[in-house]
């Protein structure tokens, strides 16, 4: 029988020690370090996600219970509460920063191989979107939102080969979607779709400038005027498809042509109005794009409910981004085992099992795509010592009920 160490050990063996190490001197993650590397706090963090531990005690407890394993995750003792504590506080986030983006850059080449493409032409599609995280403000008192309330906002691009998440910032929750999004620089060619609370007209001439297309909803309040009609198909659901000038930016010429599309949606029995500096795709792929940025809300929902986002281990602001780093490391884990495996594992049902796999000895890739299947028998010798071993146990057994019963 082919020997393994736990699920655990073999999800970590995906990230280079030597890589890890590198990041770590970068940042001088272990400057004042006594003992307590950065490599056992990702072990910790990373398992409080996958693991679903609640709080540090839950983690540090967890990991202690599995002490005679640990040596497989490359962590000689199980760290302390006060430890973790101190190091979620003080070690640099960035390190787990960089990790994700490292590990994004694995992720994206095995999409590229296995992800099917849902839309035929080749540019890349991106969504844009950001996504509050209520926090305590008595607690998190560096969170400030509104008055009596807290909170951090979580900014997010995903790339739809495979869903992945390709960037991440934390901000204040008061900081505003454009904000952050203004500083995002794209490939020429891209596609990035966003919903209306990116409407700033500036912005969407610069992407236009740098060849990048976007697709976005146009406020129903927006001022244009209506340059050129397109044909539309008769008998669809394309309403119109028209090229406008939009009336804050119309003296920038030809570039601020852009192009309105309504259509009408039979499942909400309403009309949507879109708006694209893409004139050649089609009106129903651009419709198609729009629905297709729904991933992007899955995706943040599926990151509060499967991982440790919700409720953090840490108050300070470092321990917030070290958690929502980790956090995002933990899903790359997640979509890349799913990309990889030949079942058709939904994201939430992979997450819930594989937090019951976390520590069994077995291997990875046999399980991830064939799950219910019970594990390869033992090899003869070991089956006949688990049998020994067996028959011994209940001779002992017996042996003590006689004493017992001689003894009375």
Known sequence: ????????????????????????????????ARGFQCWTQFVSMLFCHLGHARSLSEITGGLAACEGKLVHLGVKTPPKKSTLAYANQHRPWEIYRDMFEKLYERCADEAMHRAKRKFRFRNKLLS??????????????????????????????????????????????????????RQLEFQKGTVVVFD?????????????????????RLKDD???????????????????????????IQEEGPEAIMRR????????????VFVTNNMKLAASTIAAIYK?????EAFFKALKQSLRIKTFVGTSEN???????????????????????????????????????????????????QPFQAPPALEDGAAEQLQLFAQGGRQLGQHKVAEATATS
Not at 3 to 12: E, K, M, N, T
Not at 196 to 216: I, N
Not at 351 to 363: E, I, S, T
């Open 261 to 272: 599309i309504e259509i009408w949606v039979e499942e909400k029995q309403k009309t949507m």
């Open 292 to 296: 297709d940025r729904w991933a992007i």
């Open 128 to 181: 844009l979107d950001a996504s509050i995280i209520p926090l305590c403000i008595k607690t998190f008192d560096w969170a400030k939102y509104r008055t009596g309330k807290g909170a951090a906002k979580l900014h997010m691009l995903l790339d739809h080969d495979g869903y992945l998440p390709k960037f991440a910032a934390l901000t204040e929750g008061k900081t505003g979607d454009i904000t952050v999004a």
């Open 319 to 369: 321990a917030v981004l070290i958690q929502i780093w980790t956090a995002l490391i933990a899903m790359l884990v997640v979509k890349f085992l799913q990309l990889k495996s030949t079942f058709g594992w939904s994201l939430s049902t992979l997450v819930a099992l594989l937090r019951q796999q976390l520590f069994v000895y077995r291997d990875l890739w046999n399980w991830i795509n």
């Open 1 to 32: 029988m082919k020997r393994v160490s736990s699920i655990f050990s073999q999800i970590l063996q995906s990230f280079s020690r030597l890589e890890f190490d590198a990041v770590v001197k970068e940042h001088k993650g272990e400057r004042h």
């Open 196 to 216: 209306k609370g990116y409407a700033d007209y500036d912005w969407w001439l610069r992407l236009t400038r740098q060849g990048v297309y976007f697709v976005t």
């Open 222 to 248: 927006a001022s244009y005027g209506v340059v050129r009609q397109r044909e539309v198909k008769a008998g669809g659901n394309i309403i119109r498809d028209e090229e406008i000038l939009l009336t804050k």
